[in-house]
């Protein structure tokens, strides 16, 4: 692979390739696997100025200072909009584009999160004469339904009692809790159905029909540790759901407790940035986190950095059979989450953002005469249902002038075999059951 340009050799190789770069700012000069991408400016049409200039008034008409309002946009390596684009500025949930797209790097698509199962003794006429230990690997998406079915696949060896205590060792999570008390207390409670209060009952209505209600009844206590004091004997090998689907449930609700949970899996919000500059090919001030969901003003993006994040990752897919639809919501298609009560062009790939005084917005348009369109949009103020409702009419202005794509274009449409939905949630064949003899833990 070609290593990375400096921006100054690249605007010596592009200016002995006949291309002029006087006048460009070096951190245009972007690169991805030593390709050069220069953004020139393009005239997008006096039409979409209009449109552009109107949204900017009407925000201004309500006090919103257009310096607190970043919008970029491109096709390809045409800069069609930038206004306060290369500025830093509170992101709030565009922060998971940063963390998406770190976690597709280092953990690859199809990565998937163990746990594992074991025992610290016996299992004698369905007692298991020990603790059951549960190791955990950081896995953001381990839910109710996934604790149904291994309580299930317990009582399969046997297993109906456990005398001793329930040990939490690892990065274990469940429904979102780090914490490994109240983790451990909702893997109690979901593996033995005697217990059940409402969200488990509930959730074991909507699994497959037929899915047997576990009872794995535990004596002890919740007993936390970093490492077990004995050895357990392996006993069950369970294992994730994709990375890939992980993130498409994270970014449609935009989920920040399992975005903390996979920025802490990669190193941390700053290192989180710094990667995802890299990746992006932007300048690293214009990426600044202090976490990876985006909780907290501090958490700082730039509208251009939005959109090469999201170009980073519809490139890094492309080898993978898979496309940006497979990872964000997608307007008109996915009904549910935080596109419920938007009005944005059907077909585009969205994500959203909102703390108290922030809304923003960045995705890909398919147009019929610009091709895709890639967007973000930051607004800073208060009033941020506004701020919503004015991205929208700005979005349908822009779709209304460059037309709107027959067809969703292959490059982002939603890649088949990628499960949508929560079907996938609890599936028995992810959990691997392991010879007592052949392993520890």
């Not at 992810?430 to 392993?439: C, D, G, H, T």
Request: hydrophobic share 45%.
């Amino acid at each position: 692979m070609l290593e990375l340009f400096s921006s100054g050799l690249m605007a010596l190789w592009l200016e002995s390739a006949g291309i002029q770069t006087a006048g460009l700012n070096p951190s245009e000069l972007l690169v991805w696997q030593g390709v050069p991408l220069v953004l020139l400016p393009t005239n997008p049409g006096a039409a979409v100025n209009i449109t552009v200039k109107q949204y900017l008034i009407e925000l201004a008409a309500k006090g919103r200072t257009e310096t607190n309002q970043g919008l970029w946009l491109q096709s390809g390596t045409d800069l069609l909009i930038d206004r306060q684009g290369t500025v830093p500025a509170s992101a709030a949930s565009l922060t998971k584009i940063a963390t998406t797209l770190v976690a597709l790097k280092n953990l690859k698509p199809s990565h998937q999160f163990e746990t594992l199962i074991g025992a610290s003794g016996p299992i004698k006429n369905g007692v298991l004469e020990g603790d059951l230990v549960i190791t955990g690997n950081a896995d953001p998406f381990f839910v109710w339904e996934e604790a149904i079915v291994l309580g299930n696949v317990l009582n399969q060896l046997g297993i109906r009692k456990v005398a001793g205590n329930l040990v939490i060792a690892g990065n274990f999570y469940m429904n979102y809790r780090s914490n490994p008390a109240i983790a451990g207390q909702l893997l109690k409670e979901a593996l033995d159905s005697t217990t059940w209060k409402r969200n488990p009952t509930f959730i074991h209505q909507t699994m497959v029909k037929g899915t047997p209600k576990p009872q794995v009844a535990i004596a002890g206590t919740i007993v936390a540790v970093e490492r077990p004091v004995r050895t357990p004997t392996l006993l069950i090998r369970h294992r994730s759901v994709r990375l890939v689907q992980i993130l498409k449930e994270m970014n449609i609700y935009s989920n920040n407790e399992m975005a903390e949970m996979l920025a802490t899996s990669l190193g941390g919000g700053s290192v989180v940035a710094k990667m995802a500059a890299k990746l992006a090919g932007v300048p690293p001030e214009e990426i600044q986190l202090i976490n990876g969901s985006g909780l907290g003003v501090e958490n700082r993006i730039s509208p251009r950095a939005a959109c090469a994040m999201l170009m980073a990752i519809q490139r890094y897919l492309q080898p993978h059979q898979l496309t940006i639809a497979d990872l964000f919501p997608i307007s008109g298609r996915d009904h549910r989450g935080t596109l419920q009560t938007r009005h944005i062009p059907a077909g585009t790939i969205i994500k959203t953002g909102t703390l108290n005084e922030v809304s923003a917005l960045a995705g890909v348009m398919p147009t019929r005469d610009r091709g895709l369109v890639w967007f973000a949009i930051i607004n800073q103020g208060k009033d941020v249902e506004n701020f919503r409702k004015e991205q929208d009419i700005l979005l349908q202005g822009l779709i209304k002038q460059w037309g709107v794509a027959k067809f969703i274009p292959v490059a982002i449409a939603p890649s088949p075999g990628v499960l949508d939905g929560l079907s996938f949630l609890g599936d028995a064949s992810r959990n691997e059951v392991v010879s007592k003899n052949q392993a520890k833990l």
